[in-house]
Nanobody, 115 residues
């Protein structure tokens, strides 16, 4: 099995930056894709960014040029660098790992963007 846990959320002013971290444990070798999703109040959870073991990265249009997804060399952590944050980016951010046995989700970390 695979477990993931997020950290790094918080309060930031518009235009500011935050870096989210997600640590994976368990059968890390079985992970093929890691990603970040977010869910704002009253809205559906949406994909923010994903990265594959092959290095392919995908971003939702609204964060392109502002957010960067990356992993460490051991592929046991995935990061989301968020720059030029906007109030619309406020949400609970979830880490996601796709692996041989399915999909694992973290508990989420709150990101608040407000002056």
């Amino acid at each position: 099995q695979v477990q993931v846990a997020e950290s790094g959320g918080g309060l930031v002013q518009p235009g500011g930056s935050l870096r989210l971290s997600c640590t994976a444990s368990g059968s890390i070798f079985s992970i093929s894709v890691m990603g970040w999703y977010r869910q704002a109040p009253g809205k559906q959870r949406e994909l923010v960014a994903t990265v594959t073991r092959g290095g392919s990265k995908n971003y939702v249009d609204s964060v392109k040029g502002r957010f960067t997804i990356s992993t460490d060399n051991a592929w046991n952590a995935v990061y989301l660098q968020m720059d030029s944050l906007e109030p619309e980016d406020a949400a609970v951010y979830y880490c996601n790992a796709r692996h041989f046995n399915g999909i694992s989700w973290g508990q989420g970390t709150q990101v608040t963007v407000s002056s």
